[in-house]
């Protein structure tokens, strides 16, 4: 084994070695800014649309309905804010959840500042949203006023629990309504199938970190087939990527993500089981060793790889400190600053001190049976102590 064991891979994934090789070309001999009309510039036209190529076949989408951003937090923002000032003259209601990312819970409640109306919807003890709640939730009120809904946010994944809400449904009654629909899908892509026409969404944020790409580098989905969506720029300047998202397009960047794209694409039902097998043989053993535990989020309909597990009595941010073979997390990484308990965990009902006891295991690419049985041996030894 090689140590630390790695096992956060939901908070962030290592780069893909085959990706650093496809990119380090274009940190020295193809530099060429994309936009330049000169032979260096033109040279990084093709592989720029190759990548976009890659991240659409990974959507089930077209390459020109794909903008590239900085990460899954800037297309969050890109598609509420950017949704909500297009369409500012329809309605001025958002319906999301109660868990979602922060890059989202902090967009609307940006707007809300603005004059926009926020409706979080709760969960249950699983974590998921159902058709209904949301169906029940949208207005249908006078043109540009609170009282017409224009969107709907709601993840594919919990980043936290795992738990997948059932988003094709959910989208059916959007379409119902004539209601946009985003969905932040960066947990879910390269994880498990994921196919835009077939969930039928209007939007969609991912992140090439979470899929074994480097960091700084993400991508908006924004439909055109049919009804294009209604979207304003967030960021102003030279009006790259359609004009949605200007500023001069990091090619080393945009070639990484489009071969984390392809790699998820070409090996995504191999390691879908790969991934289960290694998380229930992670769950089997803390359990049969180790009484009390209790495993959050949905028991089947969840990330392959995902494993939130709270050990009552035990103060899971000092096991994390105390794991200096072991690299796993008590919170999700965007959270772990806070002395606050996660908000993902008090909405499926856990206490303060539940929540302080609740460690998350990330499984990935690179991680293995035994580095398994090594976890479990040293969380077993530490709760005998």
């Known amino acids: 084994m090689k140590f630390p064991v790695y096992i956060d891979n939901l908070a962030t994934t290592p780069v893909d070695p085959r990706v650093v090789d496809a990119m380090m070309p274009f940190l020295h001999d193809k530099f060429g800014n994309v936009g330049s009309a000169h032979y260096c510039g033109r040279d990084v036209l093709g592989p720029v649309a190759e990548a976009r190529g890659s991240v659409a076949r990974l959507l089930g989408a077209k390459a020109d309905e794909i903008v590239f951003t900085s990460g899954a937090t800037e297309s969050d923002n890109l598609a509420i804010k950017g949704a909500a000032s297009a369409n500012y003259r329809k309605g001025r209601h958002i319906i999301t959840g109660a868990t979602e990312h922060k890059a989202v819970l902090d967009s609307c409640e940006y707007l809300e500042k603005l004059g926009f109306e926020i409706t979080i919807l709760p969960v249950d003890e699983f974590g998921r949203i159902t058709p209904e709640q949301v169906s029940s939730a949208i207005r249908h009120g006078k043109e540009g006023t609170k009282d017409k809904t224009i969107l709907v946010s709601l993840m594919a994944a919990n980043n936290e629990i795992g738990t997948l809400h059932p988003i ?15 969905v932040d899908a960066a947990q879910m892509v390269s ?9 039928d969404v209007d939007l969609v944020s991912i992140s090439a970190h979470k899929m074994y790409g480097p960091k700084g580098i993400g991508a908006l989905y924004v439909k055109k087939d049919g009804k294009e969506v209604p979207l304003d720029s967030q960021m102003h300047g030279g009006g790259q990527e359609g004009g949605l998202r200007s500023g001069t397009l990091a090619v080393p960047m945009v070639v990484a993500i489009g071969k984390a794209a392809e790699l998820a694409w070409q090996e995504l039902d191999e390691e879908r ?30 990330m392959p790889g995902n494993l939130s ?12 400190l105390r794991s200096k073979n072991i690299c796993f997390s008590a919170t999700s990484a965007c959270s ?22 609740t460690l998350r295991f990330g499984l990935g690419r690179f991680n293995n049976a035994s580095e398994m049985d090594y976890v479990i041996e040293w969380l077993t030894d530490q709760m005998k102590k």
Not at 191 to 199: G, I, M, N, R
Not at 336 to 357: F, M
């Open 168 to 182: 094709k449904e959910i989208s059916r009654v959007t379409r119902e309504h004539d209601v946009l629909f985003h």
């Open 309 to 320: 597990v709270t050990f009552p009595g035990v103060d899971a941010e000092m096991l994390v």
């Open 273 to 302: 089981v790969k991934l289960t097998a290694l998380r229930s043989q992670l769950w089997n053993g803390l359990s049969a060793s180790i009484d009390g535990l209790v495993i959050n989020g949905h028991p089947t309909d969840r």
């Open 336 to 357: 772990s600053q806070s002395t606050q308990a996660s908000h993902v965990l008090k909405a499926i009902g856990k206490t303060d001190k539940e929540s302080a006891a």
């Open 191 to 199: 994880k498990l199938p994921f196919d835009v026409k077939d969930v």
